[in-house]
Nanobody, 125 residues
Framework: QVQLAESGGGLVQAGGSLRLSCVVS????????MGWFRQAPGKEREFVAA????????PVADSVKGRFTISRDNAKNTVYLQMDSLKPEDTAVYYC??????????????????WGQGTQVTVSS
């Protein structure tokens, strides 16, 4: 059974940085496309960033473009989300997800097969 475990969330001031990590167990990371999503209170879960199984494609949402970077280390079974220039509107629970869809990078929650429990990110103004 594939399991995902996020870490690295916390409280940070606006303009600060955080790096989220997602460790995959029970499977080989290179067998999955990976994504990060977030959900703020009262809002739907939204796409943040995704990365292909090879790392060659890394689309991000317009709202985080130029500030967030997704990367992966298949040898460590770990995916990262580097978040810089954080804003209060980035406050949310951040989720890591894995998809068995490999022919393209997906940004739709319904196409992801496995999810982590989430990690809280709070950005104060």
């Amino acid at each position: 059974q594939v399991q995902l475990a996020e870490s690295g969330g916390g409280l940070v001031q606006a303009g600060g940085s955080l790096r989220l990590s997602c460790v995959v167990s029970g499977g080989t990371l290179s067998s999955y496309g990976m994504g990060w999503f977030r959900q703020a209170p009262g809002k739907e879960r939204e796409f943040v960033a995704a990365i292909s199984w090879s790392g060659g494609s890394t689309p991000v949402a317009d709202s985080v473009k130029g500030r967030f970077t997704i990367s992966r280390d298949n040898a460590k079974n770990t995916v990262y989300l580097q978040m810089d220039s954080l804003k209060p509107e980035d406050t949310a629970v951040y989720y890591c997800a894995a998809t068995e869809v490999l022919h393209t990078v997906v940004d739709v929650t319904a196409l992801y097969d496995y999810w982590g429990q989430g990690t809280q990110v709070t950005v104060s103004s």
